[in-house]
């Protein structure tokens, strides 16, 4: 069963921050958040493993919170180079399969 | 600089015609997938592979196999090609354990049935 993430979609201005959000109904290994750029393959941006820890990269972090099966992607003072589609991939034990949710598209406009 | 290669970027096959996609990876990981890309649907998972000759089903593994017969290459086969399987189709690959990083991706193969 795929993680359901949300909004679907978002536009921001340039500088502006989002969240975008991915729940699981499993109990989580890790969860992979990726960004994909309009005709590309995904790329892989982090990765979270339980026991609540938050990470960074650059201006983009990220949270998982094991108790809820959630997890949040930060970008803060958001640029144009931030548009694409957020895919969060998730795991349930160390070599299992990695499922992704639907997405969500970011437009960041001037 | 690591590499998913997919063999096709594109691909037009008949209804009913059998349809390899190979994808190869040049980073000696373990595990390897197919997802399958379709508007609305995000990256669904049709196989993955945790070794050579060792396979699991994904979530949508109906109307495909996979052959792993070497570590660097995947295959994906349609058996019998119809055009619900028209979509973009993704390879990826990663080290065996979820902890130890992400995964990579191929640039896709769209694929049309018609």
């Known amino acids: 069963q795929q993680p359901v993430q949300s909004p679907q979609a978002v536009i921001l201005r340039e500088g502006e921050d989002a969240v975008i959000n991915c729940s699981s109904s499993?109990?989580?290994?890790?969860v992979h958040w990726y960004r994909q750029k309009h005709g590309e393959a995904p790329v892989f941006l982090m990765i979270l493993l339980k026991g609540g820890e938050q990470k960074g990269h650059d201006k983009i972090s990220a949270s998982f919170n094991e108790k809820k099966q959630q997890s949040s992607l930060y970008l803060t003072a958001s640029q144009l180079s931030y548009s694409g589609t957020y895919f969060c991939g998730t795991a349930t034990g160390t070599a299992s399969k990695l499922t992704f949710g639907t997405g969500t598209r970011l437009q960041v406009t001037l | 600089d690591v590499k998913v290669t997919q063999s096709s970027r594109y691909l037009v096959k008949r209804t009913g015609e059998k349809v390899f996609l190979e994808c190869v990876q040049d980073m000696d990981h373990e595990n390897m997938f197919w997802y399958r890309q379709d508007p609305g649907l995000g990256l669904r998972l049709i196989y993955f592979s945790y070794d050579v000759k060792m396979k699991e089903k994904g979530d949508i593994p109906e109307g495909y196999s996979v052959s792993r017969e070497k570590k660097e290459r995947f295959s994906l086969i349609l058996e019998s090609a119809s055009t619900n399987q028209t979509s973009m189709y993704l390879c990826?690959?990663?080290?065996?354990?979820?902890?130890?990083?992400?995964?990579?991706f191929g640039q896709g193969t769209r694929l049309t049935v018609v």
């Open positions: 499993k109990a989580l290994y890790s």
């Open positions: 990826a690959s990663s080290l065996w354990d979820r902890a130890q990083g992400g995964a990579f």
